[in-house]
């Protein structure tokens, strides 16, 4: 029987094949970069816009805490199917919902579409990464998120001109859903050859008595909480950038998503050899502390070539910080519930999607400034500085068997 431990080879089909469905389902949510400024667009009021923004990430992390004791990888496949065909029927219907009402079935709709699909899917894919190549195996997942952040924007904004609206593109992106319908379905036999030949203990779904101890690690704790600020951060960028950059003029939206995101993925790529040599918690503090000034000086941008250095800077800063605080969430850890927390930096995610377009549409309808959203995201990465100063002192030692280099970057 196969386990973590057995010597296999990182880069089979099934691994690039789980990847690229996860790129499909981020693909899907990288389109709505732009959805506060459409729900203005077709007529929302502006004390809804927020909240249905959020929504979706809302009920996302909701479900999750329902789906995750329960999915395992005996029923990934079947969901992840289920989930890409609803999936096409979530981003074509928002071309014709246009009341408050409506849209918020189709927001949580969408959002327990997306959890389903990506939580079967990293439920599948954690499978087929060997314990040697940890590091390279959670890069490239990581990278697989990444992309369509990097793809879609541009994209978007330079085909928006010749289409109805944002809702157009929207439905647009279902053709990746048809294509990982495809993908799937010839990853069908091989996937359920590969698993019967794993060990029965990583194929059942963990108790509740094992979830529980696990969230009670102050490691875990903490990490995940640090985690969850700096998503904070990001959302922020995302969800209320274009508005921003309208306000003060300065350059395209989808520039600074390419330029960033590039940046970003170009790090995780390269950077997963260099990780695992450095000091991961100090490399953390000092990109934490860089990150803070970055995110205050983007509304300052008077010039372009100052928003777009501000980008890469960005996207540096993030390409790093995402991987380690997810390589010491590896590292503490209990070998067998690896999976249920990289799904809980999902939760996470989840999280900071619906709070930060609901609570920043309230500030911003309350008269603030986009700029002022930027500044409280600066404020968030100080909080996650902050626990990194912490963290150390509630990171156990290694557990007996995994060694250093198994650690994930």
Known sequence: MADLTTPRKLWSFEFLALCLIIAVAFGNVSVFYSFYHYLGAIGIPIEWRGFLVGLEPMSAF??????LPWLHVRNAFSVAMFS?????????????VTTVQAMI??????????????????ALVVNFIPADKSGQGFSAISVATMIPYAIIPPLSEALLPYVGNEADIYAAVSIFSVVAILLLTALGSRLGEALRGMD??????????????????????????????????????????KDL????????????????????????????????????????????????PCLILIPLAAFPAGYYLLAA??????????????????????????????????????VAY?????????????????????????????LSFALAMIIPQFIPPLQRGVKEGDMMV
Not at 62 to 67: G, S
Not at 276 to 287: E, G, V, Y
Not at 354 to 371: E, K, N, Q, T
Request: hydrophobic share 60%; glycine share 6%.
């Open 62 to 67: 909701i479900l999750r805490l329902f789906v």
């Open 105 to 122: 079935v189709l927001r949580i709709f969408h959002g327990a579409v997306f959890v389903l699909l990506t939580s079967a899917a990293i």
């Open 245 to 292: 950059s309208l306000q003060i003029r300065t350059g395209d939206v989808g520039l600074f998503f390419a330029v960033s995101m590039v940046t970003m993925i170009s790090v995780r790529a390269l950077g997963a050899a260099l990780f695992d040599k450095t000091n991961k918690l100090s490399t953390l503090r000092k990109t934490l502390a860089f990150l803070i």
């Open 84 to 96: 890409l065909v609803l999936l096409i029927v979530a981003s074509c219907a928002y071309q014709w």
């Open 354 to 382: 619906f709070v930060v377009p609901y609570l920043g549409g309230m500030i911003i309808a309350y008269g603030a400034g986009f700029d002022v959203l930027f500044y409280l995201a600066a404020g968030f990465v100080a």
């Open 313 to 350: 800077f960005y996207g540096l800063c993030m390409g790093v910080i995402l991987p380690l605080l997810n390589a010491l969430l590896f590292s503490a850890s209990p070998l067998l519930l690896r999976g249920l927390n990289t799904n809980m930096t999902l939760f996470t995610m989840d």
């Open 200 to 241: 029965g203990v990583l194929l059942r779904r963990p108790t509740f008595p094992e979830i529980r101890d696990n969230l009670r690690l102050r490691s875990v704790f903490f990490l995940l909480t640090a985690i969850f600020f700096i998503y904070l951060a990001h959302a922020t960028l995302f969800y209320f950038l």
